[in-house]
T-cell receptor, first 115, second 117 residues
Framework: NAGVTQTPKFQVLKTGQSMTLQCAQD?????MYWYRQDPGMGLRLIYY???????DKGEVPNGYNVSRLNKREFSLRLESAAPSQTSVYFC??????????????FGPGTRLTVL | AQSVAQPEDQVNVAEGNPLTVKCTYS??????LFWYVQYPNRGLQFLLK??????LVKGSYGFEAEFNKSQTSFHLKKPSALVSDSALYFC???????????????FGSGTRLSIRP
């Protein structure tokens, strides 16, 4: 049981390049989330997926797109990277049933630098 | 709108002493409150949560949090700090805005806890 996994761990991009961050969970959770973490600002929600086949914008969606490929996988795409997107990105998942309802479980993060 | 505030950027405590990390919240309705911890270069880990019931919630690694409705606070506490408790701590509240089955959470800005030997 690996929990939530993310790839890659580190990435350096040039302005204008595109890339996709991958996330997978093996806990059979319905909901998945993408956050960015910037110093002094906590975590801000980019996009989330309440269940397979649905996605919704969070607090800071501009410049990003997401795909909920299946119940396990939720990817985040930067179409044209900008220096303002330099951040640490976290994926998380949660269940809507059982004792762990509302608790989010996080991946190890992807550290992205855009030059 | 739901929000949480962590008034201290940094808390310094000597090992063996009690520690408190402060959090206040603003919600409409009953709050769902959480504490998460982040060790260096790691993702966030769930510590504890309050949904209803006993105002003193016990969590992982010996931590507990006290829910105080009149003061709208949810402070994290531990009776005796360890050096290994040094980390970044986040208070969070369930975001109930909009209609979604997803458990959206709003995080505070974080408090860095430093335990000196």
């Amino acid at each position: 049981n690996a929990g939530v996994t993310q790839t890659p761990k580190f990435q350096v991009l040039k302005t204008g390049q595109s890339m996709t961050l991958q996330c997978a969970q093996d806990m059979n959770h319905n909901s998945m989330y993408w956050y960015r973490q910037d110093p002094g600002m906590g975590l801000r929600l980019i996009y989330y997926s309440a269940s397979e086949g649905t996605t919704d914008k969070g607090e800071v969606p501009n410049g990003y797109n997401v795909s909920r490929l299946n119940k396990r996988e939720f990817s985040l795409r930067l179409e044209s990277a900008a220096p303002s997107q330099t951040s640490v990105y976290f994926c998380a998942s949660s269940s809507v049933t059982g004792l762990s309802t509302d608790t989010q479980y996080f991946g190890p993060g992807t550290r992205l630098t855009v030059l | 709108a739901q929000s949480v505030a962590q008034p201290e950027d940094q808390v310094n405590v000597a090992e063996g002493n009690p520690l408190t990390v402060k959090c206040t919240y603003s919600v409409s309705g009953n709050p769902y409150l959480f504490w998460y911890v982040q060790y260096p270069n790691r993702g966030l880990q769930f510590l504890l949560k309050y949904i209803t019931g006993d105002n003193l919630v016990k969590g992982s690694y010996g931590f507990e949090a006290e829910f105080n409705k009149s003061q709208t606070s949810f402070h994290l506490k531990k009776p005796s700090a360890l050096v290994s408790d040094s980390a970044l701590y986040f208070c969070a509240v369930r975001d109930i805005s909009g209609y979604s089955s997803a458990s959206k959470i709003i995080f505070g800005s974080g408090t860095r806890l430093s335990i000196r030997p």
